[in-house]
């Protein structure tokens, strides 16, 4: 349930309900909390294959890329408010 909140407030309500969510098998995600959360939603949820490495590479490219814009935000003593 953790999860899921901060999924809600920390992407949903910032960025809208996404049409599709690609995720890997963790047991997080394949929860039935989770299933019903998306179908809630409207969104689709599909999940990669195991080493599937176009999935695997865009995923790492995403999370290095995010990790590049927090680091920004916080040398220069920024916060998500003030880009609103």
């Known amino acids: 349930m953790d999860t899921a ?3 809600w407030n920390n992407t949903i309500s910032t960025c809208g309900v996404p049409k599709d969510f690609i995720s ?3 047991p997080k995600f394949t929860s039935k909390l989770w299933t019903n959360f998306y ?6 949820l599909a999940f990669s294959t195991a080493y599937h490495p176009q999935t695997d590479g865009l995923a ?5 890329t995010s990790e590049d814009i927090l680091r920004r935000f916080c040398s220069y003593g ?3 408010k003030d880009h609103e």
């Open 24 to 26: 890997y098998r963790d």
């Open 78 to 80: 920024m916060e998500y």
């Open 5 to 7: 909140l901060l999924f």
């Open 60 to 64: 790492e490219r995403i999370i290095q």
């Open 39 to 44: 179908e809630i939603l409207g969104t689709k």
